[in-house]
């Protein structure tokens, strides 16, 4: 899962044309194809949410985006409109009655940490009048050991201490994670 245009052996020059990297990564999430998408659909009784997570590689890490419409929003100025945002370890987003994503499992996290360093944890969504938007780079995970995995997005903030999985609520939302 190499991006053509953006690898380890040239992100120096790649970095020394812009003045702010950042600009990079905004230009490669608009102008490249993602190496792998997952697209999110929201369980019955959560509304109608969907939306598109996609990955980039680029040199040793992975720019992450996501776009999501249909967020649970509230109603009041002081309500939080912030969602957990996780890649789970399990391959389908069926369930059960209880649980629609029962079988998403827990967060991936092959190497064992604690919660939230888990190669899973994702920074969490801001609603805003239902829908959220979100961009950030990462080097906890690679391309090939996430294809097939599952974002989720949870009805609740992520607290980033309970174990194990930060009391997140209710899987609102899933994809499973695709190549392209």
Known sequence: MKNPYINDE????????YENPGRLFLETALTQMPAA???????PGTGEINGIVRFYPIGAGVLVNAEVYGLPAGVN????DIFGFHIHEGHSCTGNESDPYANTGGHYNPTLCPHPAHEGDMPPLFGYNGS??????????DLLDIIGKT???HSQPDDFTTQPSGNSGAKIACGTIVAV
């Open 132 to 141: 959220a938007w979100m961009m950030y780079y990462t080097d906890r995970f």
């Open 151 to 153: 974002v989720i997005i």
């Open 10 to 17: 040239n992100m120096d020059e790649l970095y020394s044309n």
């Open 37 to 43: 998408y997952a697209e999110l659909m929201g369980n």
């Open 77 to 80: 100025p002081c309500t939080s």
